[in-house]
């Protein structure tokens, strides 16, 4: 069986009483795009009967993906989060709904019985955030940010005591910076790190720890994820569903581009970075997680992030690291060295105002690169 797949503006108050529907199977399935986009090409006219909702992917680091979530996918994500949290709450949407944690925001807005309050100015406005949260007036009370958010609203007296004031900061979209998280834990902000994707149907790794029914495993060095929450697929790109949905064990996991470990004495998931951030410079390879990590841990560093730039001589490719701080790049590059080998030591660093985002947030590598080029 069939149902129809209906592109629609992800304008909060309008999406989530299609999205009540969709996932009563009172309506149509649903494709959130955003507002004043043209509609999408090559839609196609109908999904399997058990999709409930098709979420594009940003496209920051490739060709974009339309993910098809069945309700039970849906439903799933959302009952692990209120299990998670502790309880049912009222959630302050501060995300793009047409992306997975906008779109989660709502979903669990539905499941446990509340109304989001919404924030207008794209959540990145502490003046704003802090005015939307004055309206939140439900026992418990729950948002979810990207780490540029966070940032914003803890420089921010008004913005900061929005954030005290919520029950549970979910924090995901890209690895947050320890320092920020730091920062934010000790302002007394209930802040949890999340990790997961559009194929999960939002985060499904809580502080390092699977929520819900989730499973982790670590298959060559790659982040595997299985469980309840899992997509469908894609749509109408069988090639892409086959490298990113497997079986194995006798079971259905999502694997994922990231590179990570368990830690043997927690049992903690640790996102180390991207299978592809390997890079060879100068006949010796370097990860370019570490070497960001390595970065922000210089005092004064601010936001990093460590891209790849091509290399027309014989060494091959170059890193680079953007940051919003103030370094002294001899200093850091021969911290580098010592810490990650040779390679580091050809490290280029561009300071810029900000680090370049996609529109969920994460972000923008190929933006990123081309600034680093020209500088």
């Given at each position: ?14 999406l989530l009483e299609a999205l009540r529907a969709a996932l009563a199977a009172d309506g149509p399935a649903l494709h959130p795009i955003a507002i004043g986009a043209p509609p999408p090409a090559a839609l196609p006219a109908t999904v399997p009967q058990r999709i409930a909702v098709v979420v594009g992917t940003s496209g920051s680091t490739g060709r ?297 947030g994460k972000p923008d590598r190929a933006a990123a690169a081309a600034i680093a080029r020209r500088r």
């Amino acid at each position: 069986m069939t149902r129809a797949l209906r592109a629609i503006e992800a304008d909060p108050p309008r999406l989530l009483e299609a999205l009540r529907a969709a996932l009563a199977a009172d309506g149509p399935a649903l494709h959130p795009i955003a507002i004043g986009a043209p509609p999408p090409a090559a839609l196609p006219a109908t999904v399997p009967q058990r999709i409930a909702v098709v979420v594009g992917t940003s496209g920051s680091t490739g060709r974009p993906k339309r993910v098809a979530l069945s309700t039970s996918a849906l439903l799933s994500s959302a009952a692990a989060a209120e299990a998670a949290l502790g309880g049912p709450g009222q959630w302050l949407l501060a995300l793009p709904a047409q992306w997975i944690a906008g779109l989660g925001v709502l979903v669990r807005s539905i499941t446990m019985g509340t109304e989001p309050v919404v924030v207008g100015s794209g959540g990145l406005d502490p003046v704003a955030v802090a005015a939307a949260a004055d309206r939140l007036d439900a026992d418990r009370r729950y948002t979810s940010l990207v780490p540029v958010q966070l940032a914003a609203l803890l420089e921010h007296e008004g913005g900061r005591a929005a954030l005290q004031r919520l029950d549970g900061v979910l924090v995901g979209g890209q690895a947050a910076p320890a320092a920020l998280l730091a920062r934010a834990r000790d302002a007394g902000v209930a802040v949890v790190t999340t990790y997961g994707a559009s194929e999960t149907a939002g985060g499904c790794v809580w502080d390092g720890r699977p929520v819900g029914d989730t499973a982790v495993a670590i298959l060559d060095g790659r982040i595997h994820l299985a469980g309840a929450a899992l997509a469908d697929g894609y749509l109408d790109d069988p090639e892409r569903e086959a490298e990113a949905f497997v079986e194995h064990d006798g079971r259905r996991w999502y694997r994922t581009d990231d590179a990570g470990v368990i830690e043997p004495d927690s049992g903690r998931l640790v996102v180390t970075g991207r299978v592809d951030d390997v890079i060879v410079s100068g006949g010796a390879k370097l990860h370019l997680g570490e070497l960001a990590a390595t970065v922000a841990g210089v005092p004064g560093a601010g936001e990093v992030l460590a891209v790849a730039l091509a290399d027309d001589g014989a060494w091959g490719a170059v890193p680079a690291v953007l940051h919003t701080g103030a370094l002294d790049a001899g200093e850091v590059r021969a911290l580098a060295v010592a810490a990650l080998g040779p390679a580091a030591g050809r490290l280029r660093l561009v300071r810029v105002d900000r680090i370049p985002v996609t529109a969920t947030g994460k972000p923008d590598r190929a933006a990123a690169a081309a600034i680093a080029r020209r500088r």
